[in-house]
């Protein structure tokens, strides 16, 4: 059963003197406890579709359902409960003057879930971070350390879906394996769902189950894990970009 | 011919939880060629890239034996003669790009301001100008991008607009952290040509700053590995994929594979004895 359903959705911005047809007529369904990935060009509209999921982006065609059911407008409460988004630029999603601390509270607090000490550094150390970093501002972390805890703050809440815009992108090797690994024993124990924007093919081929190729907007092609793996892909832009990844991996 | 020395680089940051020491010794010479600076999350690279600016912010402190860039002693000269390299012989591109622009001035404004304040440049020539920076990194659509506020772009565009506009002043020095880790592959081939291309036809120096192991070891000549604040091994980029450091070793084993068998990627074993 699908669990999202994206259907013919359009987004236009108004940009003053012109509209930007950010997302026009894409289509595609993630099953409950699948893991789909988007892949394309800069620009092409990736972190816009799962910013319309969360409300966040002007809907101007085609519908967005969960479970079957048109979403709210605004999303409300429920809906943060059921589904978190990691935001591609980790400092947009943290708030200056509060403290990692406060940051990870702050949900538990508004959804009046207790035991918060406890939570905030068993989070941290879900994503690799200290305890000690919890009194300190998103200034005083490095880049990588900041995307961390914007992970660990899209899971206080034990969301069922979550919306992964380049989760790894200012990871290392290595704490991008931790992460990685992290996401992938947390969607097999708790049966989540992720809806996951990277621009590496090895990452995304790693996580995911299908994914959606995008380019200008359009979805170009769609393919499971299997054609992804095996370079079968139909059209020419899928392929350029799988070509220039696989020329990457030739020494690696 | 060396362009920036830094010799006993030290940064250290005094905090409610005792005192940080983010980098811890480091040395390198630059010549007009492009080092690559690799290493784990929080091992110091964007601190040793903003030490070279003098941009650590109070109560952070910069600590070094000696800097010198083109024969200029950048832990002496005062800061008004700082801020008078920086951005035009000395430029950054930030780590987080669009937090670096200012999310209240149109991109064109802050794209051109150079141009009109240094060069004098205005009218037609001005938007010529700007509109070619944005073409050379791919910008599709770069009328509106001119006009757009840093909140109106994607990740990858706002990475973009910075490369261009740090460009602009025909730096000697570049600075580039993380630039190009919101791209997809096919723009990111395009964006390292252009760097590529200063470096070989200006002379440019170029410190790249990535987590991108793969990719630094396409693209710089020569390569520093950190961690924990410290150059742990210094080689060839094209003997990257041949390190003989354990850290090194351990960080190209954990990148997934197209095709792998999407088990749980293995870790890295981090003995604290590497750094010292
Ligand atoms: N608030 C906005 N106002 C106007 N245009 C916008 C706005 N947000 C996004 N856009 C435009 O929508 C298009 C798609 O942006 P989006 O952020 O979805 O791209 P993306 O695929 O995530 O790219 P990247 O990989 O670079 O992050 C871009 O052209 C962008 O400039
Ligand atoms: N203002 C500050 N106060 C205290 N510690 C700080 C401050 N700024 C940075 N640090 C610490 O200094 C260390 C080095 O940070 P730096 O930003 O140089 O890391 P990095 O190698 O660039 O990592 P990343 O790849 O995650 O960006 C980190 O552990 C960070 O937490
Ligand atoms: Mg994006
Ligand atoms: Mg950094």
Known sequence: ?252 | MTLLSVKDLYVTFRTESGIVEAVRGVSFDLGRERLGIVGESGSGKTMTGRSVLRLIRPPGRIDAVEMTFDGIDLLKISERQMRALRGKRIAMVMQDPKYSLNPVMRVGEQLTEGLRRRDGLRGAELHRKAIAALEAVQIRDPERVLRAYPHELSGGMGQRVMIAMMLIPQPDLLIADEPTSALDVTVQAEVLSILDGLVRDRGMGLIFISHDLRLVGRFCDRVLVMYKGRVVEELEAKHLMQAQHPYTQGLLNCLPRIGGDRGPLPGLDRAAAWAG
Do not use: W
């Open chain 1, 1 to 252: 059963m699908a669990l999202i359903e994206i259907d013919n959705l359009s987004v236009t911005f108004d940009a003053g003197d012109r509209y930007v047809h950010a997302v026009q007529g894409v289509s595609l369904t993630v099953h409950a406890r699948e893991s789909f990935g988007l892949v394309g060009e800069s620009g092409s509209g990736k972190s816009t579709i799962l910013r319309a999921i969360c409300g966040l982006a002007p809907i101007s065609g085609g519908a967005i359902r969960i479970d079957g059911k048109p979403l709210q407008t605004p999303r409300g409460f429920d809906f943060a409960r059921r589904v978190q988004m990691v935001f591609q630029d980790p400092y947009a999603s943290l708030h200056p003057r509060h403290t990692i601390d406060r940051t990870l509270a702050e949900p538990l607090a508004i959804h009046r879930i207790g035991d918060t000490d406890r939570r905030v550094v068993q989070a941290l150390r879900d994503v690799g971070l200290d305890p000690s970093f919890r009194f300190r501002y998103p200034h005083q972390l490095s880049g990588g350390q900041r995307q961390r805890v914007a992970i660990a703050r899209a899971l206080m809440l034990e969301p069922e879906i979550l919306l992964l815009d380049e989760p790894t992108s200012a990871l290392d090797a290595s704490v991008q394996a931790e992460t990685l690994n992290l996401l992938s024993r947390l969607r097999a124990e708790r049966g989540l769902t992720f809806l996951m924007v990277s621009h590496d093919l090895a990452v995304i081929d790693h996580m995911c189950d299908r994914i959606l190729v995008m380019q200008h907007g359009r979805a170009v092609e769609e393919l499971d894990r299997d054609q992804l793996a095996a370079g079968a892909m139909k059209t020419g832009y899928a392929r350029t970009l799988f070509n220039a990844s696989a020329d990457r991996m030739l020494d690696g």
